[in-house]
T-cell receptor, first 116, second 116 residues
Framework: GAVVSQHPSWVICKSGTSVKIECRSL??????MFWYRQFPKQSLMLMAT?????????EQGVEKDKFLINHASLTLSTLTVTSAHPEDSSFYIC????????????FGPGTRLTVL | AQTVTQSQPEMSVQEAETVTLSCTYD???????LFWYKQPPSRQMILVIRQEAYKQQNATENRFSVNFQKAAKSFSLKISDSQLGDAAMYFC?????????????FGTGTRLQVTL
């Protein structure tokens, strides 16, 4: 149980375009979803936390207008990177927790974004 | 702000031997959780072990055990009978609860090599 999927697993896009990444909880209702960013050989950095039906809470230094997060249902959150630039190239990982076990996050397999 | 420090960027262990990965953290909270996550080359984050701060007993999961020293704010991971499949990046993480959700802070990671 507690499986989280991400789609796509990798994406290449041109500079200036927007890219949407989906995060789904497959067998539980995710009251909270988290988006992380991981640069090569570095740790995971939390970008934002989203609760179903409410606006996401962004970490300091993360541009909310650039990284749009939507958590419209209890099983789906999306991260849209708007007007992507090469410096946005990174590995994006989502995680989810559910109401019954808020102290454990279940991680998705990640999405590698390359902006040309 | 909470910080998590892993002072060993890389460690190496021979197959079947025991290795200990270090982690220290800084916090003013009294109630929190600590985790060790494993990230193999696939980049999928895998929960190895967790420890509740209010529990004095060290957590154990098969070949993995922790040495939790709350006063010293130390949380080391011991891997016994190391296997080739244990080779990965290991991240120590600290978690606090904020309202209805949790927030994870990761250390910088330790790359573990397992040799024959």
């Amino acid at each position: 149980g507690a499986v989280v999927s991400q789609h796509p697993s990798w994406v290449i896009c041109k500079s200036g375009t927007s890219v949407k990444i989906e995060c789904r909880s497959l067998d539980f209702q995710a009251t909270t979803m988290f988006w992380y960013r991981q640069f090569p050989k570095q740790s995971l950095m939390l970008m934002a936390t989203s609760n179903e039906g409410s606006k996401a809470t962004y970490e300091q230094g993360v541009e909310k207008d650039k990284f749009l997060i939507n958590h419209a249902s209890l099983t789906l959150s999306t991260l849209t990177v708007t007007s992507a630039h090469p410096e946005d190239s990174s590995f994006y990982i989502c995680s989810a927790s559910h109401k019954g076990v808020i102290d454990t996050q279940y991680f998705g397999p990640g999405t590698r974004l390359t902006v040309l | 702000a909470q910080t998590v420090t892993q002072s060993q960027p890389e460690m190496s262990v021979q197959e079947a031997e025991t290795v200990t990965l270090s982690c220290t953290y800084d916090t003013s909270e009294s109630d929190y959780y600590l985790f060790w996550y494993k990230q193999p080359p696939s980049r999928q984050m895998i929960l190895v072990i967790r420890q509740e701060a209010y529990k004095q007993q060290n957590a154990t999961e098969n070949r993995f055990s922790v040495n939790f020293q709350k006063a010293a704010k130390s949380f080391s991971l011991k891997i016994s009978d190391s296997q080739l499949g244990d080779a990965a990046m290991y991240f120590c993480a600290y978690e606090i609860h904020t309202g209805t959700a949790s927030k994870l802070t990761f250390g910088t990671g330790t790359r573990l090599q397992v040799t024959l």
